[in-house]
């Protein structure tokens, strides 16, 4: 894989992370978008928990420093896949093997 991160529309997407962070996260998928400004990931906590992380970076008004949130397996997967969907339909096919196998290690987890 030669690319690190690809423009799709508005959004980047950056290589998922193949082992955790200093804090233990590993980030499954990191999507910046430039119009709006906006940023998620997708991981798996220390604690092995699927978590969502979204920012929105629009509103001044917006004080939410960490949005957080804990989802499901099955959500996790849903998200994943609407992913490689877009890679395929993107003729990205190297990004949508990558995703693939995080669709394939996400099932043998369990």
């Given at each position: 894989?030669?690319?690190?991160?690809?423009?799709?529309?508005?959004?980047?997407?950056?290589?998922?992370?193949?082992?955790?962070?200093?804090?233990?996260?590993?980030?499954?998928?990191?999507?910046?978008?430039?119009?709006?400004l906006?940023?998620?990931?997708?991981?798996?906590?220390?604690?092995?928990?699927?978590?969502?992380?979204?920012?929105?970076?629009?509103?001044?008004?917006?004080?939410?420093?960490?949005?957080?949130?804990?989802?499901t397996?099955?959500?996790?997967?849903?998200?994943?896949?609407?992913?490689?969907?877009?890679?395929?339909?993107?003729?990205?096919?190297?990004?949508?093997?990558?995703?693939?196998?995080?669709?394939?290690?996400?099932?043998?987890?369990?």
């Amino acid at each position: 894989m030669s690319a690190k991160e690809v423009f799709i529309g508005r959004s980047l997407y950056q290589m998922p992370d193949s082992v955790p962070n200093e804090q233990g996260d590993r980030v499954l998928l990191k999507m910046r978008c430039f119009g709006p400004l906006e940023a998620e990931d997708l991981g798996i906590d220390a604690d092995g928990r699927f978590y969502e992380e979204y920012c929105w970076f629009e509103d001044d008004l917006y004080k939410d420093e960490n949005c957080r949130k804990y989802i499901t397996k099955e959500e996790m997967e849903e998200r994943i896949k609407s992913v490689q969907v877009m890679f395929e339909r993107s003729s990205c096919s190297e990004w949508a093997e990558i995703y693939k196998k995080l669709l394939d290690e996400l099932n043998m987890r369990e």
